[in-house]
């Protein structure tokens, strides 16, 4: 997937200065692994069943694996404690409403326990997938009434959550309130970052139509968070967006004192992580 990062000839292939950089500091474990690539309808997923090969890594009991636009905010050691199942995975929440996808499981987020013996059964269907079908559709196929069902709070947030103006399929809820800065805080585990968010509004007391920031903030605190780590842990140069310039994140204050600084990640820090 990766070239071996001890044959760099020091040209600056940024790749395996990055490779080097998880083995040494972040004690990462690499893998050398084959890209498992079908012709599909769009090319953006044709790789995504790559990420199927963690059912072959039998010499572990347990992994979990997650998606690479997925922010962690604390560590999820709990899920290695599961009941022993082939597979844990959230539904797709913003799924519920819909007859025919309410049951819908996500894979940015699973808890796999490898065997050979699931590894051939995904293999085998991978070989015949349709061209408009990725590693979640093939999933859902095989266990979409045997896997295990963890809670998508706090195991499966989109981002796109803070730009919408009805919120009763994330919460669950008809009746409890939306405060998004409350939600971040009580989001434990995992955001899944999607693109960009739009300003919504909402009626005050009196009727009248006022905008609604507060969602705009989080989620783009969330990003400026995103994009800092990326310049410090990737050394990447850093990119603002034209809607961005000038921005400054809002203080806890501003936002009236709910919202929890996102720390930074540093290579000890075992309670905050991204996923890169």
């Not at 995992?190 to 989080?218: F, H, N, T, Y």
């Amino acid at each position: 997937m990766l070239p071996d990062p001890e044959t760099n000839d020091g040209g600056g292939f940024h790749d395996a200065d990055m490779l080097i950089k998880a083995r040494d500091e972040y004690n990462a474990k690499l893998m050398p692994v084959e890209i498992q690539h079908r012709d599909t309808i769009d090319d953006t997923w044709a790789n995504p069943y790559t990420k199927l090969l963690a059912f072959n890594l039998t010499q572990y009991e347990r992994v979990i694996a997650i998606d690479a636009d997925v922010t962690v905010l604390k560590h999820m050691d709990e899920l290695f404690h599961l009941p022993p199942c082939p597979i844990a995975m959230p539904r797709a929440y913003w799924l519920l409403d819909d007859e025919k996808s309410r049951r819908t499981l996500t894979s940015h987020v699973m808890v796999i326990q490898p065997s050979e013996r699931e590894f051939a059964r995904i293999q085998k269907r991978v070989e015949l997938v349709d061209e408009n079908e990725y590693d979640m559709e093939l999933l859902n196929k095989l266990y979409a009434n045997t896997a295990m069902v963890i809670p998508h709070r706090p195991y499966a947030m989109l981002s796109s959550e803070f730009r919408e103006t009805d919120h009763q399929l994330y919460l669950g809820s008809e009746t409890e309130k939306w405060d998004p800065a409350v939600v971040l805080d009580d989001q434990d585990n995992i955001i899944k970052l999607e693109p960009k968010c739009e300003l919504k509004r909402k009626d005050d007391e009196s009727g009248l139509r006022e905008e609604d920031c507060s969602g705009r903030d989080v989620w783009r605190e969330l990003y400026a968070d995103f994009r800092e780590r990326k310049v410090r842990v990737c050394a990447k140069k850093q990119w603002v967006n034209d809607e961005d310039e000038g921005y400054e994140a809002p203080s806890k204050e501003e936002l009236g004192g709910s919202m929890n600084e996102i720390p930074s990640v540093e290579p000890n820090d075992e309670d905050r992580y991204l996923s890169a």
